[in-house]
Nanobody, 123 residues
Framework: QLVESGGGLVQAGGSLRLSCAAS????????MGWFRQAPGKEREFVAA????????YYADAVKGRFTISRDKAKNTVYLQMNSLKPEDTAVYYC??????????????????WGQGTQVTVSS
């Protein structure tokens, strides 16, 4: 089970940190990532991290502004979001998959999903 937290309302230029707590030892060997879905749009890839934490992969839209990390001891993955823009407004979903962090960006069959957390960036 994946449970997200940390969403909310922030002004443009501000920061938020999302957390995703994974229950079960299975996820410690999974790549984990974040996706988002804005109203009227398809879900899109944001960032992913390998099971070891050594490799990360980002969508071009968030490179240099967002940072994904994981704490294996806590079985938790984080998404630090800085310099937020109104176009970052979306429901953000945590995901886990046995594939690689890079493959998560194109995998249509992600193994596990969280319930989502709303991020709203006001202009």
């Amino acid at each position: 089970q994946l449970v997200e937290s940390g969403g909310g309302l922030v002004q443009a230029g501000g920061s938020l940190r999302l957390s995703c707590a994974a229950s079960g030892s299975t996820f410690s060997r999974y790549a984990m990532g974040w996706f988002r879905q804005a109203p009227g749009k398809e879900r899109e890839f944001v960032a992913a991290i390998s099971w070891s934490g050594r490799f990360t992969y980002y969508a071009d839209a968030v490179k240099g502004r967002f940072t994904i990390s994981r704490d294996k001891a806590k079985n938790t993955v984080y998404l630090q979001m800085n310099s937020l823009k109104p176009e970052d407004t979306a429901v953000y979903y945590c995901a886990a998959d046995p594939g690689t962090s890079q493959s998560m960006s194109v995998n249509p069959n992600i193994a596990s999903w969280g319930q989502g957390t709303q991020v709203t960036v006001s202009s």
